[in-house]
């Protein structure tokens, strides 16, 4: 139901936008969404995640993603979409980025446990070049 994509190759230094959308027949309502990424040989590791309402924001503690990375959500539509925006890549964020749902019945809530999270996309590779 879920689906990231905006991944691509890009330079050190450069930024992208990757969008996680729930399918036609599906919905993100009452979801918060997160963002994971696993490069290769490592764990899956959280990036940030966004509350169903899209006010309520958690983002991981590692010094390698502080400060940017932003998570967002299409507010002025159906909140179908959310974004992780990425800027100043580095080439270890070489990773790929996968987004995934947990039940949010407060609005509130955000999540960075993988186990919180019970639907899962497929994943978008991002290669950053040094």
């Known amino acids: 139901q879920l689906q990231a994509s905006g991944g691509g190759l890009v330079q050190s230094g450069a930024s992208l936008r990757l969008s996680c959308a729930a399918s036609r027949r599906a919905s993100i309502n009452r979801y918060a969404l997160g963002w994971f990424r696993q490069a290769p040989g490592k764990e899956r590791e959280f990036v940030a995640s966004i509350s169903w309402s899209g006010r309520f924001t958690v983002y991981s503690d590692s010094d390698a993603m502080k400060g940017r990375f932003t998570i967002s959500k299409d507010v002025a539509r159906a909140k179908n979409t959310v974004y992780l925006q990425m800027n100043s890549l580095k080439p270890e964020d070489t990773a790929v980025y996968f987004c995934?749902?947990?039940?949010?019945?407060?609005?509130?809530?955000?999540?960075?446990?993988?186990?919180?999270?019970?639907?899962w996309g497929q994943g978008t590779l991002v290669t950053v070049s040094s």
């Open positions: 995934a749902a947990a039940r949010d019945y407060s609005g509130s809530s955000t999540y960075s446990r993988l186990q919180d999270y019970n639907d």
